[in-house]
C-alpha cells in the first residue's frame, strides 16, 4: 500500500431513498462535500439487498467478511468487548437492553428506558441480577452493563449444553439463523424466547432464557435504582429485552493477515470493540462521549493521527447520528453529522496529500423509519492523486452517480478500493 488509510464508518448515517429529503442532503457538511468532490463516489448495500442489518452484522461486512461464513452472534461480540468469556457449548451470550415494560401486560413502553439510564445506574442494576441461580437445568446468569441502557447477559449451565440457536424476546429484532433483521412496526410486547430447532440444547436454553427474564423482572421492579427514578418521574428499568444469541466467536483469518498489513480499529462502543478483538485488529478503546462535540471529536482525532503512526490501516466508528435516528429525530440527526463534520472530518482535509480515506456508513438509518433499512448507503473514496468523478456533494442521491457505482455487499467494498487504488 503506497499510503495509509482512515476508514471512516459513520453509524447510522445515511436514510433512505423514498424519503422526500434526507438529513445528509439537509445538513451543512463542507468538510464531507469536499471529500467527495476531490474523490470517487458510489453506494453499497452493506450486507445486501433486502437485508436490514444490525450493526455488528453490517461492520463485519464492511471490513471485507461475508457475514454468512464468519458471523455467530452479536452476543459473543457483545461479551468480548465486555471483557467477558464464554464458556463455549455451557454458556449462550445475548445482546441486551435495560427496558421499560408494563409488569402485568408485558407491553413495552420504551425499549432504552428513554436514552436516560445512567451507565452507573445500569451497573447497579446487572450488580443485583449476576450471577442469579435459575433454578433449573443447574442453569445460571451473568450480567453485564456496558454503556447506558446497554449491557450483555450470559445464559449458562454447570452441567447441560446449550444452543444459540433461538429467538429473540425483543420484538424489534427478528432472527434469521444466527442474524438478525430489524423489524418494521413491531408488536410492542416482550415475547416468549422460543428453540428455533428440535434440539434439547435449543429447548434448554430457551427455557432458562424465559427464567432469567421472569426472575430479572421481579428483581429490578423492586430495586432501589427504579423506585427512585419513578419518584423522579424518569422510566424505570424494570426489564432486560434480550437478542442476537451465540455461543462461540467468529473464526476467521485476522484482519492483519487478510490484508498484509497493520490494522487498527478505534471504538467506542462494545460490539465494535468485540469486533476488532474478534478478528485480530489493535483495537483502540475510546471513551463514551461527554457531551461536548468538540472535545470528543478532536480527541479521536488525535487518537486517529496518533495511530496512523504505527498502522495501515485505521478503522474508525463514530456513533453519533445513529441514535437520533432511531428515536425519529431529524434535525438533531442533522446536528450530529454537523459536529462529525466540523470537529472530525474538516480537519482531516489538512492531511489529504499523506493519507487515503473511505467514508461510509454501516448502515441506514432514517428518522422516517425510526430503525435500519436494507437502502444503500453513500461511499466517498480518496487517495491522492485520483481523478475525481462529477460527484458535487455527499449525499444518498448525488453519490449514487459516481463512478465507483453500487456494491452488492459490503465486503466488496475495502478489497476492491485496495486492489485498485492503493
Same mark, same amino acid.
Given at each position: 500500500m503506497k499510503y495509509k488509510l482512515i476508514y471512516l464508518v459513520i453509524d447510522g448515517m445515511s436514510d433512505s431513498f423514498s424519503d422526500d429529503v434526507t438529513t445528509l442532503e439537509l445538513a451543512e457538511k463542507p468538510g464531507l462535500d469536499e471529500l467527495a468532490r476531490k474523490g470517487v463516489c458510489g453506494l453499497m448495500y452493506t450486507v445486501g439487498k433486502g437485508v436490514a442489518p444490525e450493526s455488528d452484522e453490517a461492520v463485519i461486512s464492511i471490513l471485507g467478511y461475508d457475514p454468512r461464513e464468519v458471523y455467530t452472534g452479536r452476543g459473543p461480540l457483545e461479551a468480548l468487548g465486555a471483557g467477558l468469556d464464554i464458556r463455549e457449548g455451557y454458556e449462550v451470550a445475548f445482546r441486551a437492553n435495560f427496558a #421499560?415494560?408494563?409488569? &402485568?401486560?408485558?407491553?413495552?413502553?420504551?425499549?432504552?428506558?428513554?436514552?436516560?439510564? %445512567?451507565?452507573?445506574?445500569a451497573r447497579e442494576l446487572a450488580r443485583a441480577l449476576n450471577n442469579l441461580d435459575l433454578g433449573v437445568h443447574d442453569g445460571y446468569a451473568k450480567v453485564a452493563a456496558t454503556i447506558g441502557h446497554r449491557a450483555v447477559v450470559i445464559i449458562g449451565s454447570r452441567s447441560r449444553k446449550l444452543s444459540p440457536v433461538v429467538s429473540n424476546n425483543d420484538p424489534a429484532y427478528v432472527r434469521k439463523g444466527l442474524t438478525s433483521i430489524a423489524v418494521d412496526n413491531p408488536k410492542p410486547y416482550v415475547e416468549n424466547i422460543v428453540p428455533l430447532d428440535d434440539s434439547e440444547e435449543s429447548k434448554i436454553t430457551a427455557e432458562l432464557a424465559n427464567v432469567f427474564f421472569?426472575?430479572?423482572?421481579?428483581?429490578?421492579?423492586?430495586?432501589?435504582?427504579?423506585?427512585?427514578? #419513578?419518584?423522579?418521574? &424518569?422510566?424505570?428499568?424494570?426489564?432486560?429485552?434480550?437478542?442476537?444469541?451465540?455461543? %462461540?466467536?467468529?473464526?476467521?483469518?485476522?484482519?492483519?493477515?487478510?490484508?498484509?498489513?497493520?490494522?487498527?480499529?478505534?471504538?467506542?462502543?462494545?460490539?465494535?470493540?468485540?469486533?476488532?478483538r474478534a478478528f485480530g485488529a489493535d483495537v483502540i478503546t475510546m471513551d463514551p462521549p461527554t457531551g461536548d462535540p468538540k472535545s470528543d471529536y478532536e480527541k479521536r482525532l488525535e487518537a486517529t493521527l496518533k495511530a496512523l503512526e504505527e498502522h495501515d490501516i485505521v478503522y474508525v466508528h463514530l456513533k453519533g447520528p445513529d441514535e437520533p435516528g432511531h428515536d425519529g429525530k431529524l434535525e438533531l440527526k442533522k446536528q450530529r453529522i454537523e459536529e462529525i463534520d466540523k470537529y472530525y472530518v474538516q480537519s482531516l482535509l489538512d492531511y489529504l496529500d499523506k493519507y487515503a480515506l473511505i467514508i461510509t456508513a454501516d448502515h441506514a438509518t432514517p428518522p422516517s423509519r425510526k430503525s435500519h433499512t436494507d437502502d444503500p448507503v453513500p461511499v466517498a473514496f480518496y487517495v491522492p492523486g485520483i481523478t475525481p468523478d462529477n460527484v458535487d456533494k455527499f449525499t444518498e442521491r448525488e453519490c449514487a452517480k459516481g463512478s465507483l457505482g453500487i456494491f452488492s455487499h459490503g465486503w466488496q467494498l475495502l478489497p476492491y478500493l485496495i486492489s485498485k487504488y492503493m
Open positions: #421499560t415494560i408494563d409488569p &402485568l401486560s408485558r407491553r413495552i413502553i420504551d425499549r432504552r428506558v428513554g436514552r436516560n439510564l %445512567s451507565t452507573f445506574e421472569e426472575k430479572a423482572l421481579n428483581i429490578l421492579v423492586n430495586h432501589p435504582v427504579n423506585k427512585e427514578r #419513578t419518584k423522579n418521574k &424518569l422510566l424505570p428499568a424494570n426489564a432486560l429485552l434480550l437478542r442476537d444469541a451465540g455461543g %462461540s466467536l467468529p473464526k476467521a483469518t485476522p484482519l492483519g493477515v487478510k490484508y498484509n498489513c497493520k490494522f487498527a480499529i478505534l471504538a467506542e462502543m462494545p460490539v465494535e470493540i468485540g469486533i476488532g
